[in-house]
Nanobody
Framework: HVQLVESGGGSVQTGGSLQVSCTAYGYTYTDVCMGWYRQAPGKEREGVAAIVTGGGSTYYADSVKGRFTISRDNTKDMLYLQMNSLKPEDSGMYYC????????????????????WGQGTQVTVS
């Protein structure tokens, strides 16, 4: 049984930094795509960033390029999202997602075709 647990959300002022983490339990596949999505009240879910563990390719939404960095510690089954220069529009519930890297990383992120999702962690920028 696969379980994803996010942590590290919180409140920060505009221009500040925050790191959110995701721990994957029970996931044994080696070629995995893991990503971060966010959703603010009244807005559609947005794919923020993703990484493929096999080849190391990454994806970033245009809105976060140059400010956010996704990384993964395979030895600990941990996924991280370092967020710098935060803006109020970065606020929302951040969700971790994972599945086999069945398609191109852009396809997976834009389609949201992940089989496993976490419960989310709230990020508020004011």
């Amino acid at each position: 049984h696969v379980q994803l647990v996010e942590s590290g959300g919180g409140s920060v002022q505009t221009g500040g930094s925050l790191q959110v983490s995701c721990t994957a339990y029970g996931y044994t596949y080696t070629d995995v795509c893991m990503g971060w999505y966010r959703q603010a009240p009244g807005k559609e879910r947005e794919g923020v960033a993703a990484i493929v563990t096999g080849g190391g390719s990454t994806y970033y939404a245009d809105s976060v390029k140059g400010r956010f960095t996704i990384s993964r510690d395979n030895t600990k089954d941990m996924l991280y999202l370092q967020m710098n220069s935060l803006k109020p529009e970065d606020s929302g519930m951040y969700y971790c997602a994972a599945d086999r890297a069945r398609w191109d990383i852009v396809v997976m992120m834009t389609s949201g075709a992940f089989g496993f999702w976490g419960q989310g962690t709230q990020v508020t920028v004011s």
